[in-house]
């Protein structure tokens, strides 16, 4: 079963404009990543947040995470064209640091210039 | 550095027929892995290593095996090939020291009829 699952599932905005996406999951984790897909290319890795944190920004990106909610949020501010890709929220299973990732299925966003 | 690169890139195989996907990383990294990714779908871990010689279970390891014998490559293959295995396959690559943060490969459509 997917340990993340992300909402929406498709978000369609202008450019310059914010887009958020939400990702919920299961169990307990030790950390939370976020990943970006173009279409038909490999994920590219964006931003990781630990489980004793909160909040973190990279850039344009701002990251959220509610443990007792079991949900992250991203935040891509004043996006741009090129930000239209697939997003993935991914947790680790735990136990181990081997970086055994679950992702969720995604969110697509589309940003019109 | 040509990062991670997998090979083929497209393949179809009848039901039945056995393959081998390639996947290398100059990176030097120790750990490697194999997803796959399905329409509507998160990644899904197949195998993974943490070194060379020695490999792992993921969460969807049924119908493949693999090979790590040299830390640069890891080898996915399909004895019997099924409809099932349809899928686009991804190799990916961490240090050590943050397998969370995977490199990952272009990826392989491979097409069972």
């Known amino acids: 079963s997917q340990q993340g699952e992300e909402d929406p599932q498709a978000l369609s905005i202008q450019e310059g404009e914010n887009a958020t996406m939400n990702c919920s999951y299961k169990?307990?984790?030790?950390?939370l990543q976020w990943y970006r897909q173009n279409s038909g290319r490999g994920l590219v890795h964006l931003i990781l947040?630990?489980?004793?944190?909160r909040e973190k920004h990279s850039g344009r990106l701002r990251v959220t995470l509610d443990t007792s909610k079991k949900s992250s949020s991203l935040l891509i501010t004043a996006s741009r064209a090129a930000d239209t890709a697939s997003y993935f929220c991914a947790t680790d299973v735990g136990g181990t640091s081997y970086g055994k990732l679950t992702f969720g299925q995604g969110t697509i966003l589309t940003v019109h210039p | 550095n040509a990062g991670v690169t997998q090979t083929p890139k497209f393949r179809v195989l009848k039901t039945g027929q056995s393959m081998t996907l390639l996947c290398a990383q100059d990176?030097?990294?120790?750990?490697m892995y194999w997803y796959r990714q399905d329409p509507g779908m998160g990644l899904r871990l197949i195998h993974y290593?943490?070194?060379?010689?020695?490999?792992a279970k993921g969460e969807v390891p049924d119908g493949y095996n693999v090979s790590r014998l040299k830390k640069q490559n890891f080898l996915l293959g399909l004895e019997s090939a099924a409809p099932s295995q349809t899928s686009v396959y991804f190799c990916a690559s961490a240090r050590l020291r943050n397998p969370y943060e995977q490199y990952f490969g272009p990826g392989t459509r491979l097409t069972v009829t």
């Open positions: 990176m030097n990294h120790e750990y």
């Open positions: 290593s943490v070194g060379e010689g020695t490999t």
């Open positions: 947040i630990r489980s004793n944190e």
């Open positions: 169990t307990s984790i030790n950390n």
